[in-house]
């Protein structure tokens, strides 16, 4: 199960933080890989980002100049940041597991968090 | 990068079969074997239904299947029911490690 959790509301230009907290699982299990997606309100789904164990990260080209997700193993949990936030980064951010050796298999996902960027 | 296409919308009726396309480019949905559909009620998370282009996860209905040809992938659901209303978003690998998705299709069923 994957809970996210983040601060509902941010401020145009400051930095959006989430942390999406595992149980059931864990996050040094090298079977999967664990990533953040969004979908603004009424609008489709963006992949953000994917982290694995090991230390792998991969990020989506539209966002890796202002995102970095990491893992604290000890708290069985994932981050993520994305800095310099605007308007266009409003959406339910959510949270997944995705199957090593399986490209696009995500499942679970998180209930998801709405984060609205204004001032 | 750019979003596979989907179409806005589709509809049936109880008992019906539908079928939902996702066209990509050889660079994703034709390149690789890694091709997911998902749904999604409003006010939901997606779900899960198939991955790897035409594999179904445990608990999914078997009324729902994938296939690809080239670079266009489509998700057939069959006996349509009126829970099978609400959206169906398709995934492809896009290389170079990243991940791409369809605008999402709204299914409604009559």
């Known amino acids: 199960q994957l809970q996210e959790s983040g601060p509902g509301l941010v401020k145009p230009s400051e930095t959006l933080s989430l942390t999406c907290a595992v149980s059931g699982d864990s996050l040094s299990n090298t079977n999967y890989y664990w990533g953040w997606l969004r979908q603004p309100p009424g609008k489709g789904l963006e992949w953000i980002g994917s982290?694995?164990?090991?230390?792998?990260?991969y990020y989506s080209p539209s966002l890796k100049s202002r995102v970095t997700i990491s893992l604290d193993t000890s708290k069985n949990q994932f981050s993520l940041n994305l800095n310099s936030v605007t308007a266009a980064d409003t959406a339910i951010y959510y949270c997944a597991r995705r199957y090593y050796g399986s490209g696009t298999t995500f499942d679970p996902w998180g209930r998801g968090t709405l984060i609205t960027v204004s001032s | 990068q750019s979003a596979l296409t989907q179409p806005r919308s589709v509809s049936g009726s109880p008992g019906q079969s539908v079928t939902i396309s996702c066209t990509g480019t050889s660079s994703d949905v034709g390149g690789y074997h890694y091709v997911s559909w998902y749904q999604q009620y409003p006010g939901e998370a997606p779900k899960l239904i198939i991955y790897d282009v035409s594999r179904r996860p445990s608990g999914v209905a078997d009324r729902f299947s994938g296939s690809k040809s080239g670079n266009t992938a489509s998700l057939t659901i069959s006996g349509l029911q009126a829970d099978d209303e609400g959206d169906y978003y398709c995934?492809?690998?896009?290389?170079?490690?990243?991940?791409?998705f369809g605008g999402g299709t709204k299914l409604t069923v009559l």
């Open positions: 995934c492809a690998y896009a290389g170079s490690y990243t991940i791409i």
């Open positions: 982290i694995y164990y090991g230390g792998n990260l």
